[in-house]
């Protein structure tokens, strides 16, 4: 935990220099950039459930389309940890600014192309081709957004509030959910299920171009950190911060990537997975199922700024120690509430799961940082958190829906307590952090 010290005692020093100027703007750019990125990986995410193997995939085998969408759906897990080392190896280097920059471009870029690839009868299997490729796009773009976005956020937070300002970039996942969901929904609404599947599920990539736009204004507007301009004046800077974390930090790196591993399972299982088993198996419509999604997003949003409060009066440890155990506990209840086929109790889950997955996300904006010190951060709490995507993340809707074929809905649920245990421990191995 060699970062740890000086973590610390950078969150007071920093933060002093930065709450003066344009502290609302930092958060804003922090906060508009992670949803932006996040309502680009979402849409894939709703496409992956509802039109990507049917799009994208030949009908012969109509049994293995939702698997393969299922795959491309994961394909940017594995692309994620490739952007945190790249992205992160200049933002360590150049600053964090130009960086995230770059990261917006890349992943607005590979969302605006998807909305416009021809489909399996025009192009054959040059359609999934693209398709991955763009996905991969995405996953690199995202895997240098987040520590980016967490850094901008922290490194110029006062003294006390560095889990309160690393809230920000936590409620972007959201916000940017609801604004992806609410899309697909309206347009699910007011088109015909033959025009959503022609051309209507394309808006919403199309879309993401303006969306990157604003996004864009706001970040070429802001400064550079306090925190890493002080470590470049200290002439820290680190040839290739990769290898340092892999010599010096190995161990945090690890405890990182596991600690927010629930999070993701948390989060793909109540929203992928569940999306394709109540359209499919429970049959709800989906446009009934994206209002549940909308709603239940909510609970999230409403539990990510109480956890970061809490973390800051009490440690961020102590707080994700505890929603972790109670996120074990979950899976015991998705069998019983997303199987029960009753909306209101569907409902109740993904509230539930939801509302933990902000409780276990909101601390690790600050917590992830922490681990790492200034000159290696970006890569680090990147490579971490993008890391912990593939664990977590790339193939949980897939797992799941294997494990839904092989054992039933229990054994789904068996897989988010794991997923929970291995945070807790990862977290319980911790040594204090601030």
């Keep these: 935990m060699a970062g740890n010290a000086e973590a610390n005692s950078a969150a007071g020093s920093g933060g002093a220099q930065a709450v003066p100027g344009g502290i609302g703007r930092i958060v804003l750019a922090s906060l508009v950039g992670t949803t932006i990125e996040f309502y680009d990986f979402y849409i894939y995410g709703t496409a992956a459930a509802l039109v990507i193997g049917q799009t994208f995939f030949p009908s012969t085998a109509p049994g293995s389309q939702a698997l393969n969408a299922f795959l491309t759906f994961g394909i940017a897990f594995l692309a994620r940890p490739i952007g945190s080392i790249l992205f992160g190896h200049f933002g360590d280097r150049i600053g964090r600014k130009s960086t995230l920059v770059a990261s917006m471009l890349v992943m607005g870029l590979s969302t605006?192309?998807?909305?416009?690839?021809?489909?399996?009868?025009?192009?054959?299997?040059?359609?999934?081709?693209?398709?991955?490729?763009?996905?991969?796009?995405?996953?690199?773009?995202?895997?240098?957004?987040?520590?980016?976005?967490?850094?901008?956020?922290?490194?110029?937070?006062?003294?006390?509030?560095?889990?309160?300002?690393g809230m920000f970039p936590q409620l972007g996942p959201p916000i940017g959910f609801f604004m992806a969901n609410g899309l697909f929904l309206v347009l699910l609404m007011f088109l015909s299920e033959a025009s959503f599947l022609s051309w209507g599920w394309r808006i919403p990539f199309l879309i993401s171009a303006a969306l990157?736009?604003?996004?864009?204004?706001?970040?070429?507007?802001?400064?550079?950190?306090?925190?890493?301009?002080?470590?470049?004046?200290?002439?820290?800077?680190?040839?290739?911060?990769?290898?340092?974390?892999l010599r010096d930090h190995w161990v945090p790196l690890i405890q990182g990537s596991l600690a927010i591993v629930?999070?993701?399972?948390?989060?793909?299982?109540?929203?992928?997975?569940?999306?394709?088993?109540?359209?499919?198996?429970?049959?709800?419509?989906?446009?009934?199922?994206?209002?549940?999604?909308?709603?239940?997003?909510?609970?999230?949003?409403?539990?990510?700024?109480?956890?970061?409060?809490?973390?800051?009066?009490?440690?961020?440890?102590?707080?994700?120690?505890?929603?972790?155990?109670?996120?074990?506990?979950?899976?015991?209840?998705?069998?019983?509430?997303?199987g029960s086929g009753n909306s209101f109790e569907v409902l109740a889950y993904l509230s539930l799961s939801l509302a933990l997955m902000?409780?276990?996300?909101?601390?690790?904006?600050?917590?992830?940082?922490?681990?790492?010190?200034?000159?290696?951060?970006?890569?680090?709490a990147s490579s971490a958190y993008n890391l912990g995507g593939i664990l977590g993340a790339s193939l949980a809707p897939y797992l799941a829906q294997i494990l839904l074929q092989k054992g039933g809905l229990p054994w789904v649920g068996y897989y988010v307590s794991a997923a929970a245990i291995i945070s807790f421990l990862a977290v319980l191995s911790m040594k204090r952090t601030s």
């Design 262 to 338: 629930v999070c993701y399972a948390l989060f793909y299982i109540s929203t992928v997975f569940a999306l394709g088993y109540g359209v499919n198996t429970l049959h709800i419509s989906r446009s009934d199922f994206l209002g549940l999604l909308c709603i239940a997003v909510i609970f999230m949003a409403i539990a990510t700024p109480i956890s970061a409060a809490l973390s800051d009066r009490f440690g961020a440890r102590p707080v994700l120690l505890i929603s972790s155990a109670l996120a074990a506990a979950s899976g015991f209840c998705l069998p019983v509430l997303l």
């Design 212 to 245: 990157v736009a604003i996004g864009l204004y706001l970040r070429v507007s802001i400064s550079e950190t306090p925190e890493f301009r002080a470590a470049m004046a200290r002439n820290e800077r680190v040839e290739v911060p990769l290898l340092e974390v």
């Design 112 to 165: 605006t192309l998807i909305g416009a690839l021809p489909t399996y009868e025009q192009a054959g299997f040059l359609a999934p081709l693209l398709l991955c490729i763009l996905r991969f796009g995405q996953g690199i773009g995202l895997g240098g957004e987040w520590g980016g976005a967490a850094l901008l956020a922290t490194e110029n937070a006062p003294q006390g509030r560095r889990s309160w300002f």
């Design 358 to 380: 902000g409780l276990t996300f909101a601390p690790l904006g600050a917590l992830l940082p922490d681990l790492f010190p200034t000159k290696v951060r970006y890569t680090g």
